[in-house]
């Protein structure tokens, strides 16, 4: 499995970002699709999923009312659409493809969001 993730970039407090992530090769009947982030010296953390069976969607606490995930199950592609976005957002954001009934993850390259004061 490939996930390839875009979207990343600088924006100002208050701003707004979209990031996307596509995923290609082995196919799976059940998974789910999500993002973590990880901010420079701390650990890796979740912020949003999406299960495509039931279109169930899951968000840290910290993002939640800010940030809206959603998907095309079809494209196997998933989005975080980010608004009102704070400083203590800026981090690498992982794309990962969860396979719950096998206990598989596999991870996207990052990309960056930089939010300025």
């Known amino acids: 499995v490939q996930l390839q993730a875009s979207g990343g970039g600088l924006v100002q407090a208050g701003g707004s970002l979209r990031l996307s992530c596509a995923a290609s090769?082995?196919?799976?009947?059940?998974?789910?699709m999500g993002w973590f982030r990880q901010a420079p010296g701390k650990e890796r953390e979740f912020v949003a999923a999406?299960?495509?069976?039931?279109?169930?969607?899951y968000y840290a606490d910290s993002v939640k009312g800010r940030f809206t995930i959603s998907g095309d199950n079809a494209k196997n592609t998933v989005y975080l659409q980010m608004n009102s976005l704070k400083p203590e957002d800026t981090a690498v954001y992982y794309c990962?493809?969860?396979?719950?009934?096998?206990?598989?993850?596999?991870w996207g390259q990052g990309t960056l969001v930089t939010v300025s004061s």
């Open positions: 990962n493809l969860h396979v719950r009934m096998l206990g598989l993850d596999y």
């Open positions: 090769g082995r196919t799976f009947s059940s998974y789910g």
């Open positions: 999406i299960f495509w069976s039931g279109s169930t969607t």
